[in-house]
């Protein structure tokens, strides 16, 4: 609580950020400085980009090859007045794609922490994974931690959580290639709806299963953050 945090949305090709936190219809403004990012509270503690403030029409299809992808993510970077931060958090698309190499050569002379690696219980998407891992080792990229979503489902009516997929695939390869792992996040219809309405979900269900499953992940992170040199 209190951290001031950067949100960077480098998913070019389908930008989600703005519409979870409800601001999709902000537009960026510029300074002498640079871009300046929206703000989503009063108090200017968090701090989203993203090129789905850019773009005349949301749905418009953003179909660009690598090098147009490279020059925006590193004007992301460079040109943002993100001020100063306490941590800057940047929202990649799945996999290893032009937008992760682009990020990580721009970031190079920022010595960033490391990755957090989100993972599901199905076997296809550990499998992906461990390709995210591979690649952040030859990339010289610390894998801080990993976290398994969608593992067991919360009932909407009791809270209780069933395991409607299987369960343990992320932790079991977190022991597998010997990185942190963050903790699980269950399959919620209300986190879900939440982030297509763009409400507050720590706001509205304050004590959820949910919740608390993401502040454990949270204080985990905060805690390893504290122990890097």
């Known amino acids: 609580a209190g951290k001031k945090v950067g949100l960077l949305d480098v998913d070019l090709c389908g930008p989600s950020i703005p519409r979870m936190f409800n601001v999709h219809q902000q537009d960026i403004h510029q300074c002498s400085e640079g871009w300046l990012p929206v703000f989503v509270d009063k108090e200017q503690k968090l701090a ?3 090129i789905g403030f850019l773009v005349e029409n949301e749905q418009d299809a953003i179909i660009w090859r690598g090098p147009k992808k490279t020059a925006m993510i590193k004007q992301f970077l460079k040109d943002v007045v993100w001020r100063d931060l306490d941590y800057l958090i940047i929202d990649t698309p ?3 794609t032009d937008e992760h190499i682009s990020a990580i050569e721009n970031l190079k002379a920022y010595n960033p922490d490391g990755a957090i690696l989100v993972t599901t219980p199905q076997a296809v998407s550990v499998g992906d994974v ?3 891992i591979t ?3 030859k990339t010289h990229i610390p894998v801080i931690g990993l976290i398994e979503n969608m593992s067991g489902f919360v009932c909407p009516n009791c809270t209780e959580c069933t395991n409607v ?3 343990g695939g992320g932790q079991a390869l977190a022991k597998e290639y010997h990185v942190p792992f963050l ?3 269950p399959l919620d219809p209300e986190l879900s709806k939440s982030c297509d309405e763009g409400k ?3 706001e509205h269900y304050e004590g959820s299963p949910t919740l608390q499953a ?3 992940v949270v204080d985990r992170l905060v805690k390893i953050d504290r122990d890097l040199p």
């Open 48 to 50: 989203l980009m993203s």
């Open 94 to 96: 799945p996999g290893t």
């Open 130 to 132: 461990k390709r995210e």
């Open 135 to 137: 690649f952040c080792r």
């Open 165 to 167: 997929f299987s369960k």
């Open 183 to 185: 903790g699980c996040i």
């Open 200 to 202: 507050d979900f720590v």
């Open 214 to 216: 993401i502040q454990k």
